[in-house]
């Protein structure tokens, strides 16, 4: 059971998502029309329903499913384990989780291979799952073995103090060296697979900040710092810049400078690989306190790319 005080008035499922360590808004809004949250000690089934400020709220969150998700043998390097949780380096077109088109083949199969007793409160096909990143992305993720420990991360994730930062090659860098975008991102109202900035009434909050580290031609590679960790948010922000990913068919802009001859063997024409990489990660140990710093070199085609524009690492 999980209890909480509304520190200001909201809709119920937008508190409890924004409260409510590893929660989503979907999942929050399933357990309210369940009847698992009460307001007041009356149990509300609305989701949108208007929670005002100080009001007590309590949620019976049933255990988690034990996964039925199949192990898979499949390579993917550990940099870090030990009984709390394991650092990982994700490979390029892998998704996260099972979902429509990819039932397996992901990292969660992976990691039910490799590693024991993973956490069960990202749901049962996301055990030990406490952030993720694009299928097309590859980089650092921190699993969760147990649930106290998935709690724990997910909280900092929440509360913006574990450290994101990537390495992004885009099309036509900006002017400035550096600089932060801040908006509030939703899903496009026209096509489901994009997310856009919107107002503030529908959208999340994201800040994103951005240093460009090299330039070559019409071609950059920035280094990006999440504050927040939003769906898209890096391929969002840097293309409404004009800055879109390298390799990515979804946010590419009209006006997008073409990919230098020197790249075009070795960008995906698919436009399905952002060369978009979580270069490190930070987060303090959920049991020891003690901060803890990784950091994953790109992969081959990304350096490769690199490479060939003369480009070195920051």
Known sequence: MIELVAPADDRLDVLLAARVPDLSRSQAQRLIREGR?????????????????GARITLDRPPPVRSSVAPEALPVPILHQDEDLAVVDKPAGMAVHPGPGHPAGTLVNALLHHL?????????????????????????????????AHRALAGQFAAHTAGRTYLALV????????????????????????????????????????????????????????????????????????????????????????????????VDPSGERPLL???????????????????????????????????ALP
């Open 37 to 53: 949250v009460t307001v007041g000690g009356a149990v509300e089934v609305r989701p949108s329903a208007r929670v005002t400020a």
């Open 116 to 148: 024991d007793g993973l956490s069960g409160i990202g749901g049962e096909e996301r055990p030990g799952i406490v952030h993720r990143l694009d299928r097309g992305t590859s980089g650092l993720l921190v699993v969760a073995k147990h649930d106290r």
């Open 171 to 266: 099309h036509d860098p900006p002017r400035e060296d550096r600089g932060t975008v801040t908006s509030h991102l939703a899903r496009h109202p026209r096509d489901r697979v994009r997310f856009a900035s919107t107002t503030a009434d529908r959208g999340r909050r994201a800040v994103t900040h951005w240093e460009v580290v090299g330039r070559a031609g019409t071609v950059g590679l920035v280094r990006c710092t999440l504050e927040t960790g939003r769906t898209h948010q890096i391929r969002v922000h840097l293309s409404e810049l004009g800055a879109p990913l390298v390799g990515d068919g979804v946010y590419r802009r009209r006006r997008t400078s073409a990919v230098p001859a020197a790249l075009r063997a070795l």
């Open 277 to 311: 990489h979580a270069w490190r990660l930070g987060f303090d140990h959920p049991t020891t306190g003690r901060r803890m710093q990784f950091e994953a070199p790109p992969p081959p085609d990304f350096r490769a790319v690199l490479d060939a524009l003369g480009l």
